[in-house]
């Protein structure tokens, strides 16, 4: 089986290194600028320079069974004409929701499932009307696209945060060169008592599997560390997580890794947003479930019968390794390492606050595992 991957980070690197030992081959397609380090060596690297139709890409990727993504930015329009080739999963359609805050919170409330309140408006609308119709302050406001690891999106505690908003919107749309965010979405700010993500894959038969939810912590809108089972949640939220991402997989007849990231608030549990991908929030099951979530994406989107997603051992966690400081060095620091410590790393260039790689981390107990990220704290950052 031959496999496609539109993108070259972290993410097509582990859906290759899983998708090998079941003798599939891949080949990755590269925007024109994207560094491709990540996944050298693991098959053809095909780059885009903006002359290739969707025939010589495909030609380019060496014809491949089925294509698939990292990411959910990239060029719909070229995936739809991709699939007058070959399978591309998941769905052009249902990327092209999740592409977009605005749509994808549609389907969310489309089927019942709760989402914090919000409201969209663009850019010759205003922002007190729309933050007026949630109840008022405060809120986080987010670009309709184009948003990562918290990136495009305002915290808005106060009046002053919102005039400092809405001078930089204002100075922004006034330049006519402008090519950036048109359309934004205001969502209430929740005083969660924390962040649980839920995992599941669907193959084509419509068979499902769900990984067990973990708990993430995040800083400056970047995940730090998950710890999985999220420690003391109750079973009826448990259930809530399990019930929500498999009424998305279901109604959207999803092929794929689908990821659902959710606040807590009492016994009520908030979809924050999806991911049409494999997901940082379910690196842990590489170590700590019998099916690793890249190994599942590649078995379902090769029709193949979905693995096992039980969690083994107690308790488990998965430590985010970010750059410290700019340099060509990719150096694995195999030096954190232990019995119980398994070192993923992504050989990327270092750069601040860069994820250059993850450690899977199993315990017996919280506790422990909280130890051990304060040690991985303590020698690497
Ligand atoms: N409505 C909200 N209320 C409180 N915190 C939020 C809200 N929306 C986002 N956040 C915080 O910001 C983080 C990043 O936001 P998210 O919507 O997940 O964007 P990204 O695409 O950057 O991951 C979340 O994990 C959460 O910690
Ligand atoms: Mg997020």
Not at 232 to 255: C, F, I, M, N, W
Request: glycine share 8%.
């Amino acid at each position: 089986m031959k496999v496609g991957i539109a993108g070259c980070g972290q993410l097509s690197r582990m859906l290759a290194l899983a998708g090998w030992p079941m003798g599939m081959q891949f080949s990755f397609l590269a925007d024109p600028n994207e560094p491709v380090r990540c996944v050298e060596g693991l098959g053809e690297i095909v780059r885009q320079d903006g002359t290739m139709t969707a025939r010589d890409i495909y030609g380019a990727l060496g014809n491949p069974d089925v294509i698939t993504i990292e990411r959910e930015s990239v060029c719909v329009p070229l995936l739809i004409q991709l699939k007058s080739f070959c399978q591309v999963y998941p769905d052009p359609d249902i990327v092209w929701t999740i592409q977009n805050r605005h749509r994808e919170k549609t389907l969310v409330s489309s089927l019942g499932i709760p989402l914090s309140p919000w409201a969209v408006f663009r850019e010759q609308e205003s922002v007190n009307k729309a933050i007026a119709s949630i109840g008022g302050l405060p809120v986080v406001i987010k670009s309709t696209e184009d948003g990562y690891d918290g990136h495009n999106q305002w915290v808005i505690d106060s009046d002053e945060q919102l005039q400092a908003f809405e001078k930089e919107r204002d100075a922004q749309l006034a330049d006519a060169t402008y090519k950036g965010i048109h359309e934004w979405i205001v969502e209430k700010k929740i005083a969660f008592e924390r962040e649980i993500s839920v995992i599941g894959a669907r193959s084509p038969d419509g068979n499902i599997v769900i990984y067990t939810p973990g708990q993430n912590t995040h800083s400056n809108g970047i995940l730090i560390h998950s710890v999985i089972p999220a420690p003391g949640l109750p079973d009826s939220l448990h259930a809530k997580a399990r019930d929500y991402v498999s009424r998305l997989l279901q109604d959207t007849e999803y092929v794929g890794v689908l990821a659902v990231e959710c606040f807590v608030t009492g016994d009520e549990l908030l979809v924050n947003e999806l991911a049409p991908r494999v997901h940082n929030s379910g690196h842990w099951t590489m170590d700590g479930a019998a099916t690793s979530q890249f190994e599942n994406h590649m078995r379902a989107i090769a029709g193949l019968p979905l693995g096992d997603s039980a969690h083994c051992g107690d308790v488990m966690g998965m430590y985010n390794l970010l750059g410290q400081k700019q340099s060509d060095d990719s150096q694995a620091p195999d030096h954190l390492m232990t019995q119980r410590t398994f070192l993923h790393w992504y050989n990327k260039t270092s750069r601040p606050g860069r994820k250059l790689g993850h450690l899977n981390i199993l315990a017996e107990r919280e506790e422990e595992l909280l130890g051990a990220f304060a040690q991985i704290k303590r020698q690497f950052g």
